[in-house]
């Protein structure tokens, strides 16, 4: 059994518990990792994410039959079986279990846009790691819009899957994220990045060129108040783009950054700089990573990841210290950084496919001996994009 047969394996068996029947339907929508455009997106900027081969699934068949009241019942299979049940006739608001409030978020949002859920049940199970910066939260959005609308038969855009997955992420699981790990999760293809432009969501595919192996080094450090240091790092973004006068970051000309700076504080002027540069380094990274040009990458994700803890500080001193390692031993055979919102969670290296071995053994003999938490490192392939995986 390959890993997407286990996971509709656990899903399935997780329904017939729950609910006495069989599902009718199963959806998967993937994790993803950015490869760089890092804390960009709600800034109107340009990204660079992958979907991984790591991925939400949701079995899915109608309510009971001659069930009086119209809901949606769920059962979070990874959350200790945990049961969820939204009443479809009532105003939807948040409740008090986190998982849950994505549900409540997806069918307000269908709600909002003139979809009205039709009844179901469903039973959800996953293997993106939680919390790693992995986008579990984004692809279990992404995957309750795809089954809800599809159910409902509502055949909805990709990318409105992951407006509504991204709405219910900001309005009822209080976080105030950008949009770019829903679209990775519903819009990737295999085999490629998505260069995302996060404020018009015009979006292609980039080849990621043969040869070349997208590693991820999970550094064991669990994220904690990401939510809140994350809002705040928005909040300042937003007060330095109110300082130069403009909508979003996105429209700051580094010549501006610096000659407007006037009396725009040391902070503020730090989080700007982080937008501004980052944003800069983006689409020469997407031409290096089709090319393969591991040199470019080498530079430009050196510059992504020290910009990030130095001007953004969103990293922490084991987490750079992990990067040094790494990038030394790559050279310019690939680059790594820190990936996600930060505070902990994972790198990301995009390196030879020779040296993944190097890698591999430099953190098991140089970093993992002295380390509070062993890091680990894996090797994904980019993955497809959300979409229904079986009927039946
Ligand atoms: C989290 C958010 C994204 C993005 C990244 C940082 O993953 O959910 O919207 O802001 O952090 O790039």
Redesign the pocket.
């Known amino acids: 059994m390959d890993r997407r047969e286990h996971l509709m394996a656990r899903a399935a068996a997780g329904y017939r518990e729950a609910f006495g029947a069989a599902p009718a339907r199963f959806y998967a929508a993937p994790g993803r990792v950015?490869l760089i455009?890092?804390?960009?997106?709600?800034n109107g900027g340009l990204?660079l994410p992958c979907a991984i081969d790591r991925e939400t699934v949701i079995a899915l068949g109608p309510a009971e039959e001659g069930t009086a009241d119209a809901c949606v019942e769920a059962v979070a299979i990874d959350m200790a079986g945990a049961r969820g049940r939204v009443d479809l006739a009532g105003p939807i608001t948040p409740g008090a279990q986190e998982w849950e409030n994505h549900l409540r978020g997806v069918i307000a949002g269908l709600a909002e846009r003139g979809h009205a859920v039709e009844p179901a049940r469903l039973a959800i199970a996953g293997d993106v790691p939680m919390g790693a910066?992995l986008?579990s939260?984004?692809s279990l959005g992404v995957a309750l819009a795809l089954a809800l609308s599809d159910a409902s038969g509502a055949a909805l855009a990709p990318a409105t899957w992951a407006q509504i997955a991204?709405g219910a992420?900001n309005d009822f699981a209080g976080?105030a994220?950008?949009?770019?790990?829903q679209m990775a999760s519903a819009c990737a293809s295999a085999g490629h990045a998505l260069l995302l432009d996060c404020a018009s969501l015009e979006h292609r595919p980039v080849p990621i060129a043969p040869g070349l192996a997208i590693m991820v080094i999970d550094t064991g450090i669990r994220r904690q108040l990401t939510t809140s240091a994350?809002n705040q790092r928005?909040a300042e973004c937003e007060a330095a783009a109110a300082h130069y006068g403009v909508a979003l970051l996105r429209d700051l000309s580094p010549e501006r950054l610096v000659a407007d700076r006037g009396a725009l504080d040391e902070v503020l002027f730090a989080r700007a700089r982080h937008v501004v540069h980052e944003i800069a380094r983006v689409e020469r990274a997407a031409d290096a990573l089709a090319a393969g040009k591991t040199a470019v990458l080498a530079e430009v994700m050196a510059a992504s990841h020290w910009s990030l803890s130095e001007d953004f500080a969103v990293s922490l001193p084991a987490i750079d210290a992990l990067v040094s390692l790494v990038a030394d031993v790559l050279g310019d055979a690939g680059g790594v950084r820190l990936t996600?919102?930060?505070f902990g969670g994972c790198l990301v290296a995009l390196v030879a496919e020779e040296m993944t071995s190097a890698v591999r053994d430099a953190i098991s003999t140089r970093y993992n001996p002295g380390a509070a938490l062993p890091a680990r490192a894996e090797v994904f392939a980019a993955q497809a994009g959300a979409g229904l995986i079986r009927i039946g």
């Not at 994220?177 to 790990?181: H, K, L, V, Y």
């Open positions: 950015n455009g890092e804390h960009v997106d709600y990204v910066g986008s939260s984004a991204q992420e976080c994220c950008g949009i770019m790990d994350f928005r996600g919102a930060g």
